[in-house]
């Protein structure tokens, strides 16, 4: 017998929190993530990335070593 199929796809929200700082993100890999709106983050700044998906939290604790610009919306962790 087949599985009961879904009519919908997977809720998916992306987001990292940075000193109390909840800021958005648009897509998140092993060792980087793209912000959804530049924003400046310090050097060497602790985060927890967060990937919520049909409200089952997967939480990540990253460093993120050469922070983030203003300009730029991907950021590199490790």
């Known amino acids: 017998m087949p599985a009961p199929r879904k009519d919908h796809s997977a809720n998916v ?9 909840v800021v958005s993100l648009t897509q998140v890999g092993p060792t980087h993530a793209i912000l959804e709106h ?24 990253v ?7 203003d300009k730029s919306r991907r950021i590199e962790f490790f």
Request: net charge negative.
């Open 13 to 21: 929200d992306l987001r990292m929190t940075i000193d109390g700082r």
């Open 38 to 61: 530049p924003t400046s983050i310090p050097p060497h700044s602790s985060a927890s990335i967060d990937v919520v998906i049909d409200d089952k939290t997967l939480t990540r604790e």
């Open 63 to 69: 460093m993120l070593y050469d922070g983030a610009r």
